[in-house]
């Protein structure tokens, strides 16, 4: 009976250890390093809406498939700086999910960078999207966004893409 007690409070103790998986991850990009300062000079701002789906119906209304979406966000221009200053994931009903940052961030010129959806966070559902604000210098190219979505099983797989579209 000692022994079983012993054994127990050791299961417990492990169990409470294990770390709570993040699902979805940002990859290689570190927020925090990519905070700035909106410059002073007059700026151009806009939001952009881009469809995501972290499932897909299979079969039936009843059926989902999980996939994982890459969601890029990309300068297109070859020497001027743009600005993100929000970036929120809704779910398919609307409801807003997370925001991925607190400050405005940078991408710099013909850089891109990345949020992924892991498979298994199904919280966006068949209906999830984006909507990333941004600021631009007056003349320079708005932000492009764009999301790749696949799932492997075995050797079958499936992908498909889908681009943003400005809103404001």
């Known amino acids: 009976m000692k022994y079983a007690v012993y054994i127990m409070l050791i299961l417990l103790s492990l169990a409470s250890c294990q770390e709570q998986k993040e699902y979805s991850s940002v990859d290689p990009v570190n927020w925090g ?4 300062e909106l410059p002073k000079d007059s700026l151009v701002t806009g939001s952009t809406y881009l469809s995501v789906y972290s499932q897909i119906y299979s079969q ?11 969601v890029s966000m990309r300068n297109i221009n070859r020497q001027d700086t ?4 929000n970036a929120e994931y809704f779910d398919t009903h609307g409801n807003l999910i997370r925001t991925y940052f607190k400050n405005v961030i940078y991408i710099a010129p013909m850089e891109t960078i990345e949020i992924v959806i892991d498979e298994n966070d ?3 559902g068949t209906g999830a999207n984006f909507i990333f604000d941004w600021a ?9 966004f764009e999301a790749v979505m696949i799932s492997t099983s ?4 499936l992908s498909f893409a889908t681009s943003g579209q400005r809103i404001e």
């Open 154 to 157: 075995g050797q079958q797989g």
């Open 122 to 124: 199904r919280e966006g």
């Open 82 to 85: 743009v600005y993100l200053t």
């Open 136 to 144: 631009i210098a007056p003349g320079v190219a708005e932000p492009h």
């Open 60 to 70: 039936t209304e009843h059926v989902t498939h999980d996939l994982t979406a890459t």
């Open 33 to 36: 390093k990519r905070t700035i």
